[in-house]
């Protein structure tokens, strides 16, 4: 028996389009809403005290016929030791023999993955088209946000972003202007600038158990929607009140995650964004509405991002083969 | 950054004695006994019905600083296929970085770390001798076993063999007799054969949720040991209510079995393996009771046998170095 490898070069080699994720992490969401998903609550072990962390994230996703887990840790003292914060790996089986199929890293399908599930709450939640959109938070996942919006909406004109450090804002703008054409990139005096007058506002920052919030409910105009990515660690809790529809990606691990001290204030969403996208329950009703999707990202999102990460690197021969 | 990569030959490569992995299992169940590991209950995907899973298993084990998961699958049908019943592969991490250090075929792992856990409990609530032993089920499991008990009891003269199937009783015993001079192995004709007379039983036959028992509790004699690895399938449920100590390698897994179907009529053990190798209770008191140790295999023998696994590959230079 072998198995197939796929480092991060691996798989980014392969250059599968943000456009390809959004759609397979939608068929994920579709088939979660349909109840034909399992995913047990994630798992986790933490080596060190803080905020280091591994989380065990299996998925089965019918339909599809994925079976994965994703093996992922962090440490933020990383950082300081010039490594990534964050590493992972995902193992996908025969959902058949339950015989491992492949190992690839995950650290680039953690990035695309949680971008394309934003991506599909925007297509059921925000707004019809956006001409201006916000970034605030201009690290890995305000790249691969930046690329998802993008992607689902092509008349994007005007790009409004923050950091809280500069270098970072400015980096990111710089990257930006480059990367995409015929959009500009404009880099906010401040949150509020930044905020103001964008139709969709992804947050990407940090996500403290304990927030000090600094983007006020009020910024976010009549009719946009919210996508904070960072556990609600920049908008006022207020807003996830106020706003008329609230969504998270998946009710159980939000509860996880209360218990561990997040979301204290925030209300239980109304529904979950596969609750959604299979039609069980309505999403964006009316052009003013503002509404808000909390994205924490789901073994689900890895699971399809990496079946087709798997296929694709099959039909390219990428990979080391491994004898098991 | 790197990570080495070791598939079953690889492993079996490094010819790691079975003295070596009881003694890091035993220093396992010491940190489980003293508070110092983490093992949240495993979670389980079912992509088919029946009997086909996927286990994640992760595990933190303090002073041996060793953070590792294993993800284990089985297909009870793949034995038509002709490929192996279970599968799996375990990730070691960098306890303070979280950084995958190493991926590692878990099949032989598993079968001897399930042998190694009996070999501590032999050797806490075990007899201090033993000149006959039985080993009951004579698959992967038999196996290792077999050679846990030899290790451990230096002074075995006599094993007495059984199984269902005729064909692989008869290969166990022909195997045995040439790995091991100067043991007498017997096939015994049937069940009662084997376990009259023996110091210890290791069942090690199929392990369904609902057992047809066919060892009666009053064969085992006064001062044995009953060390079921398969979840009480053979031995009459009475045995383990009769005898005067009943342990565990853990509760907790132990009542997730129990929630499955497993262990009906099973009182609940007095203690778990791991408080009597830490000396919190006590083990075996006087060379007549009868004793039980029924071992489920946890995710800490996998992380302290994947621990020295991979300290001796990277000493031998073996494995693949993959980017990671």
């Known amino acids: 028996m072998e198995l197939r490898y796929l480092s991060r070069a691996d798989v980014e080699s392969l250059c599968i389009s943000m456009a390809d994720i959004i759609a397979v992490v939608e068929e994920g969401f579709r088939r979660k809403g349909m109840g034909e998903t399992q995913m047990p609550p994630k798992i ?10 591994l989380h065990a994230m299996p998925a089965y996703v019918g339909g599809l016929d994925i079976a994965a887990i994703k093996w992922v840790g962090g440490n933020e003292e990383n950082l300081k030791r010039g490594l990534p914060n964050i590493t992972g790996l995902i193992v996908i089986n025969d959902a058949e023999t339950m015989v491992p199929l492949a190992i ?21 939640l925000g707004p019809a088209s956006a001409d201006t959109v916000a970034v605030v938070g201009c690290g890995v996942q305000g790249r691969s946000n930046l690329l ?3 992607t689902h909406y092509t008349g994007i004109a005007r790009v409004q972003c923050y950091d809280v450090v500069p270098q970072a804002l400015e980096a990111f703008v710089g990257e ?4 995409y054409d015929g959009v500009e990139f404009v880099a906010a005096a401040g949150p509020r600038a930044a905020v103001e007058g964008a139709d969709v506002v992804v947050t990407a920052g940090p996500s403290p ?3 000090s919030p600094y983007l006020r409910a009020d910024w976010l105009k009549q009719g946009a ?34 218990s561990k001290g997040y979301f204290a204030d925030i209300p239980r969403p109304y529904a979950d964004l596969g609750e959604v996208v299979a ?7 009316c052009p003013e509405e503002r509404t808000m999707s909390i994205c924490m990202g789901i073994a689900v999102d890895d699971a ?21």
Not at 107 to 120: E, F, K, L, P
Not at 176 to 179: G, I, L, S, V
Not at 306 to 312: D, I, K, P, Q, T
């Open 44 to 53: 986790a072990i933490h080596s060190r005290p803080g905020e280091a962390f």
């Open 104 to 124: 690839m890293d995950g650290s680039w399908i953690t990035a695309m993955r949680t971008g394309a599930a934003n991506a599909v709450a925007m297509k059921y």
């Open 148 to 150: 998802a919006m993008l």
């Open 176 to 179: 930006a202007e480059t990367r």
């Open 209 to 211: 158990k304990h927030p």
């Open 225 to 258: 929607m919210a996508a904070p990515v960072d556990y609600m660690g920049a908008w006022d809790a207020q807003l996830a009140v106020e706003v008329e529809k609230l969504i998270t990606d998946d009710h159980a691990q939000m509860d996880y995650y209360r």
């Open 279 to 285: 039609g069980l329950k309505p999403g964006r009703e």
């Open 304 to 324: 399809v991002t990496a079946g087709l990460v798997y296929e694709r690197a099959c039909a390219a021969g990428v990979g080391a083969e491994l004898p098991l």
